[in-house]
Nanobody, 125 residues
Framework: QLQLVESGGGLVQPGGSLRLSCAASESSFNNYVIGWFRQAPGKEREGVSYISSTGSMSNYTDSVKGRFTISRDNAKNTVYLQMNSLKPEDTAVYFC??????????????????WGQGTQVTVSS
């Protein structure tokens, strides 16, 4: 069971950028697909992006395509989410989670586990 820790959230103005990190101490991290999810107050959790274990494949929800970039550094056991051109509607708690396979339904969080504690992202002027 991985232990994932998110960091990098904060308050940013519309149009600004943040980079979130999802880190684990276990070397087995490199074998897992990692997903980023978010949940805004009063809304359901939604999948933002996810990346294969090698980093060769990734996918995004439509609302963040062209603005967010997911990447990973397996030497550092870390997955990143670079968020540019942030909008107020991106405000949410962002979580990372892991699963063992890439492909199929992912935005609901199905088959993902080892959820982190989340990091707050607030986009406001």
């Amino acid at each position: 069971q991985l232990q994932l820790v998110e960091s990098g959230g904060g308050l940013v103005q519309p149009g600004g950028s943040l980079r979130l990190s999802c880190a684990a101490s276990e070397s087995s991290f490199n074998n897992y697909v990692i997903g980023w999810f978010r949940q805004a107050p009063g809304k359901e959790r939604e999948g933002v992006s996810y990346i294969s274990s090698t980093g060769s494949m990734s996918n995004y929800t439509d609302s963040v395509k062209g603005r967010f970039t997911i990447s990973r550094d397996n030497a550092k056991n870390t997955v990143y989410l670079q968020m540019n051109s942030l909008k107020p509607e991106d405000t949410a708690v962002y979580f990372c989670a892991a699963r063992t396979f890439y492909g199929g339904t992912w935005k609901t969080g199905i088959h993902f586990g080892s959820w982190g504690q989340g990091t707050q992202v607030t986009v406001s002027s």
